[in-house]
Structure formats: structure tokens, C-alpha cells
């Protein structure tokens, strides 16, 4: 998911444990968030993070 987030322009993290980190600050506009929030859905309904699954856990 981090991976294609990334490849989508989409800054984030990875913590292992935690999971995925969008850290937005008081200036983000509520339409960023919500493309962050549709594009994550997006990427699990049309499993886009398993091309990344081969090449293993750069994050």
C-alpha cells in the first residue's frame, strides 16, 4: 500500500506495527484528505499494491 501510495505522489509512512502514517497539517485542504482516504480504497479494490508484493519491504 505505502509503495503505490508513493508512486501515486501520496507522501506517507510505514511503521511496522502501527501500520500507515498520514501525518496532515492544519493547512490541508479536506479534498486532499479525501483523495488520500478514496485513493487508499482504490488501491484495495483493484489490489494495485500486489505489484509491489515481488519486490519486498523497501519501507
Known amino acids: 500500500m505505502t509503495k503505490e501510495l508513493v508512486r501515486r505522489e501520496i507522501v506517507c509512512d510505514y511503521r511496522p506495527g502501527a ?3 498520514l501525518s ?3 493547512y490541508t485542504k479536506d479534498e486532499e484528505l479525501d483523495l488520500a482516504v478514496n485513493t487508499m480504497r ?3 479494490e ?7 508484493e515481488a519486490a519486498g519491504a523497501a519501507f
Open 46 to 52: 483493484t489490489r494495485a499494491y500486489a505489484a509491489h
Open 19 to 21: 501500520g500507515i502514517r
Open 24 to 26: 496532515p497539517h492544519f
Open 42 to 44: 482504490e488501491i484495495v
